[in-house]
């Protein structure tokens, strides 16, 4: 699996320890200091099962067909090239395999002013983005108050 924009590693360590034994995790971010605090963080969980992965934002420099879950927490909106980027994604991914969005909402009165400026794009307009670029939304789920939780599959 992969957790794209993986930030502090939170998530790809728990992920980690999750696929154990034999799964792997790519942890993909822009930062080379988050790519180094994933790597020392595994490492001194004994975790071998992490490969951290550097990317400019818009290739997730991923094997193709490598992945059977893509993972996306507070990420997508950072896409400044959002064809790009999920092509990458879409290339990395087996057939069938799911990609996991969950952002942040963006709706107007009830979203507060700095998190509207901060947002790219809303739920709608991340859907059809994703669609375009070939995937499938399969599933919706309302889990959290200020954020969407959306599950595509690459056919």
């Known amino acids: 699996m992969a957790d794209v924009g993986a930030g502090t590693g939170l998530f790809t360590?728990?992920?980690a320890q999750a696929v154990q034994p034999g799964g792997r995790v790519y942890a993909v971010d822009i930062s080379?200091?988050?790519i180094e605090h994933i790597r020392?963080?595994?490492k001194a969980r004994g975790l071998d099962n992490v490969t951290a992965v550097l990317t400019d934002g818009t290739d997730t420099n991923l094997p193709d067909a490598s992945v059977d879950l893509v993972y996306m927490s507070d990420t997508y909106?950072?896409?400044e090239h959002p064809g790009e980027t999920l092509r990458s994604i879409r290339k990395a991914l087996r057939p069938g395999g799911r990609m996991v969005v969950i952002d942040f909402e963006r709706i107007p009165g009830v979203t507060s002013p700095q998190r509207i400026q901060h947002v790219r794009a809303d739920k709608q307009t991340a859907i059809r983005e994703i669609e375009a670029?070939?995937?499938r939304l399969i599933e919706e789920k309302k889990l959290m108050r200020e954020n969407y939780f959306v599950v595509f599959q690459r056919p």
Request: net charge neutral; proline share 0%; hydrophobic share 60%.
């Open 40 to 42: 020392q963080s595994a």
């Open 32 to 34: 080379q200091a988050f």
């Open 77 to 79: 909106h950072h896409f």
């Open 13 to 15: 360590l728990l992920f």
């Open 133 to 135: 670029a070939g995937f």
